[in-house]
């Protein structure tokens, strides 16, 4: 029983088909029955339709794989300050620092190795995978999930630069992780110069992500992996970032904008934008100029056989007197 | 005696010279000898003549700087669960937390701070360097070299989203890494949804590089500092991929192909392909059209003149009324 | 008393106007007074005008918020080798591993969790955050910052490749990193195959770079989040790299370039270059060309319209036998 990949699934499984690449690999898939969006057909093959294929997949993910129950407690080898305030079975993994005043929610966890500044504050439920860091007075909400190696609340880059020598801006404001966040593998977000970085409500960031000193993200972004965001820019409700992409600072970002992978925006968006290139531009005059870029040498030769033609032609009316002096190369 | 670059080396060093644009420092240097390729000449110079001199160059570092024989053993500050099963001679540094049911192959060499997941395994001759993270159920093949900071196994990005808002579709995979594999600082793969993460036996992975849930990567592929591969992507043996490159989802790239640095796969590639560019085209098709970019401007004043002479003729020859209606700007 | 943003300041503080993106905010803040820069106007405020408004806002926020004075000591939970040597006033916080023969200058401070690889050598007053990693014999100057999460000294990405199997090039040099150095969160330099790789003295990088094996970076530099830079590549003094931008390998870079966001240097810059773009070229050529870029479509009509407008002249005048036999597609 459970659930499996088209290529591993037996009769005993669920699989999945909702990506057409995959039509083959179901139609050879052993999987007693596949979840597929409305309107699907598949020949010889039971089908459990849902009308969101991917929050069915959530739900039964949720079924066959609950989490585990954590061990709770405080391990042994952990080292929480005496000034910190431990809500109702919160749990720290080994080698793990918690600083003074700290507070932890009621059953958040630590895990192994992280290292949790003086001062800062994680609400209920939070989970910190292995080797978390947080720099003081770094505030994380409820429900959020921070993976191994992600630092919280490091210094901005911030430099004032005379004579080629470059002089630190102290970074005295802080980082804040809202509700129901999601921080991949190795990302880094720095503390504010002045006030607050945030990172707002439900929103989800993957590995390796880099969100500068001031930057304010929207509720319910999705930011890719590789994503980069310069300081001080804000970002809407709902924003999405797909990989490798960035932003330079002090922009605004309107809601629901879509920035493409590789792209680099430039200036503010308008809400609803959908953007690519570098500079970022509307995704459809994107679209056209690269599909015409493959063909530029193909222009380029066009162009030479027309001003060759046009000369012949100018030649036989004795029109070349009235181009423009100087105007050939 | 011992190896030494071109500028540091004295009459007692081998140095070596393979890139033209060292010629200079070649015939400057003191070195008492110098490894090149066939057929390289080198003016007064004592010559090591290999028909492949990086495979020599790796053959006489091993021979003067052997890999230090670890001291072996477990440390007592490390913690490892009663269920582990370790081979011979393993060696688990300081503050190493190793979890329950895990099993570890002869040889193997767990860095200070590295915390391994419930019922992960490793093959013999493995090297974790300090702080690495696995996930829990994350295999890693015999005689890998897994370095500093690297996380195996973190949560795919996976999110159903509904009316803006990202639920979380539970990762239930594991990321399964073969033998002879080497990945780079701070590097990040993820578990697969469902199945598997693999990373092909003997291929070599540079720091801060992102590999995606349910990715395929083949046998002997390099991917260079900073790539990205999105989820479920399959990549064929011997594949390369330059600094900075990415690859989007649910592709196939064929075996051989090679990704130029900064490009951006967004197509399936046949074997053997050289792409480069965003979108990545074939890198000829590229490197003309990118030489024409920067003549861009050039290019678009030429058309106007065109136009101008264009006109002046049309106008002589009254032709202007053949020209179909709002033709021009 | 103390600084504080545009939005949070109430009449107790000084705020900061230097951006024109902010006059709005500026005139609506209750900022009890304005640092600004000379010249700068702004309604019914109290102004401090300094000549270098960001050089004032370090001196104030390090008036307001001294860097705390920290604990001393080494934790009892610190693993120090009986073979290292301390300087005065040396903190190591807890589960850091110091290897033999380490030398730590005067007022170090090592973080918790911290890795510091056998005979590594650190100058005075060096902080290293928390979790940093670095691996055998790497030297780091003094006053420098290294952000949790850096590794300092992985291998160098080297292999010498032979049907299609890449054979590990040992890495035997080092990473030296001179004073007054900042290095962001998760940022990697790798240590040279021989010799060293240098970080200049002064230079700042921010947060998830990457510095490949050999490569020397001079005094001053400014790297921003996210840049690579390529094995052996040589930087000069005081060049900037916006977030970001990569250089591939074995290139020379002149001092006091600057390389735009998102750019890849593929060929050597002359000293105070300029440049943007994939490959990078001169920015002017560039930002020309990017703004016809997202015209290319228009163009390409424009072309087409032409060709009409030429071969129906050539009909009129019978002119069609005298272009090139194959010139049209």
Redesign the interface.
């Known amino acids: 029983m459970g659930?499996?990949?088209l290529?591993?699934a037996g009769p005993e499984h669920l699989?999945?088909f909702t990506?057409p690449?995959y039509r083959e690999a179901a139609e050879a898939s052993r999987a007693g029955a596949v979840l597929v969006g409305p309107g699907t057909e598949l020949r010889d093959r039971d089908l459990l339709e849902a009308p969101?294929p991917?929050?069915a997949?959530?739900e039964l993910?949720?079924y066959?794989?609950p989490?585990p129950r954590r061990s709770g407690g405080v391990h042994a080898?952990a080292?929480v300050a005496d000034s910190c305030r431990l809500g109702r079975e919160v749990e720290i993994?080994?080698?793990a620092?918690v600083g003074e005043d700290v507070v932890l929610g009621d059953r958040v966890s630590v895990?192994?190795?992280c290292?949790i500044g003086d001062a800062s504050r994680i609400g209920d439920d939070t989970v910190l995978?292995?080797?978390v860091?947080l720099?003081p007075r770094t505030e994380v909400g409820a429900r959020c999930?921070i993976?191994?190696?992600v630092?919280l609340g490091?210094?901005g880059?911030?430099?004032?630069?005379?004579l080629?020598?470059?002089?630190?801006?102290?970074q005295?404001g802080r980082v804040v992780v809202e509700d129901d966040v999601?921080i991949?593998?190795?990302?880094?977000v720095?503390r504010?110069?002045?006030?607050e970085t945030v990172i707002g409500a439900?929103t989800?960031i993957?590995?390796?992500v880099?969100v500068?000193h001031g930057v304010r993200i929207g509720a319910?972004c999705?930011l890719?992996?590789?994503t980069?965001i310069?300081g001080s820019t804000r970002v809407g409700?709902?924003v999405t970032f797909a990989?490798?992409s960035?932003v330079?600072g002090?922009l605004e970002l309107g809601e629901r904008s879509i920035v493409a992978?590789?792209s680099?925006v430039?200036q503010d968006l308008a809400p609803g934008s959908f953007v690519a290139?570098?500079?970022a531009?509307p995704h459809g005059?994107?679209k056209?100029?690269?599909a015409?870029?493959?063909r530029?040498?193909e222009?380029?030769s066009?162009?030479r056989?027309?001003?060759?033609?046009?000369e012949?032609?100018?030649n036989?009316?004795g029109?070349a007197a009235?181009?423009?002096p100087g105007?050939e190369?």
Do not use: C
């Not at 080629?164 to 102290?170: A, D, N, V």
């Not at 991949?184 to 880094?188: F, K, Q, R």
């Not at 056989?305 to 046009?310: G, V």
């Open positions: 659930l499996a990949t290529e591993e699989s999945l990506h690449r969101q991917y929050v997949l959530a993910l949720e066959f794989h989490e080898d080292r993994g080994p080698f620092v895990g192994a190795g290292v995978m292995p080797r860091v720099y999930r993976h191994a190696g630092v490091g210094d880059f911030g430099f004032a630069t005379t080629g020598s470059h002089r630190k801006i102290p005295v999601e991949g593998a190795n990302s880094a720095d504010a110069t002045l006030g439900g989800k993957d590995d390796l880099m500068a319910g999705l890719a992996a590789q980069g310069a409700a709902g990989g490798q960035g330079s002090h992978a590789k680099a430039l290139g570098i500079p531009v005059t994107w056209r100029a690269q015409l870029f493959a530029f040498p222009l380029g066009r162009l056989r027309m001003e060759k033609r046009l012949t032609l100018e036989r009316l029109a009235d181009s423009p105007g190369e």
